[in-house]
């Protein structure tokens, strides 16, 4: 794929102001800061960008539908639902842990932000997650998985178990990986949703 000039200052700057929006605030960062940090002028950042809110909305896109892609593939590679939940919230884990400040301006400013549903980063997560709902589906028809699951409840488990970790990891620092958690996570779940063996009946 060949990327142009203008993408690679775009990138540059939605870079620069993820860091700045982390380490600042939303509120109190500005865009003459992150056009200085960027080395570019404020101009060029109104040329991709209208507003701050709006360079702050571009932010996810690229980078959550290179994380789903990822995740897309290995997901043909696994078998059993429940390895594939395993992995799943693995990539998550281990893409939060290798981007804190994305992880920060996802946590922090753009989950809570009502207007945030209506872009195309959102739109690009809401099918990403998706995922998980067919990973469970899949589950529960192949009878890994107990049948009365309510796979949008089971995925909002995942997830909220997911966003709470990660965003008391932004804001404290503790604990120094989130990988650890990876494994309690998910055997904590499978023991309360995976289908229990005739034998034991």
């Known amino acids: 794929m060949v990327t142009t000039k203008t993408e690679l200052r775009k990138q540059k700057i ?12 939303f509120q109190e960062a500005t ?3 992150i056009a200085k940090e960027a080395k570019v002028s404020e101009a060029s ?5 209208s507003t701050k809110e709006g360079l702050l909305f571009s932010i996810p896109a690229r980078s959550s539908r290179e994380l789903f892609e990822v995740m ?24 939060y842990q290798n981007h804190p400040e994305f992880a920060a301006v996802l946590m922090l400013f ?5 207007k945030f549903l209506d872009t195309s980063g959102h739109h690009v997560i809401k099918e990403g997650v998706r995922q998980i709902t067919r990973v469970i ?3 529960i028809e192949s009878g890994e998985f107990r049948g009365d699951l309510n796979p949008y409840l089971t995925r909002a488990m995942v997830l909220g178990t997911i966003e709470h970790l990660v965003t008391n990891w932004v804001m404290t620092g503790h604990p120094d990986s989130l990988i650890q958690f990876v494994d309690p ?17």
Not at 14 to 25: H, M, P, S
Not at 45 to 49: D, G, L, N, S
Not at 110 to 114: A, E, G, S, T
């Open 14 to 25: 939605l870079d620069t102001a993820t860091k700045v929006f982390a380490q600042r605030g």
């Open 31 to 33: 865009i003459t800061e």
């Open 45 to 49: 950042i109104y040329e991709y960008f």
């Open 72 to 95: 897309a593939f290995h997901l043909k590679l696994i078998r059993g639902a429940g390895n594939k939940l395993r992995a799943i919230v693995y990539l998550l884990m281990d893409s």
């Open 110 to 114: 753009l989950k809570h932000n009502k």
């Open 137 to 139: 589906e899949e589950g």
């Open 185 to 201: 996570l998910i055997d904590s779940l499978l023991a309360g949703i995976e289908q229990a063996d005739a034998t034991t009946k």
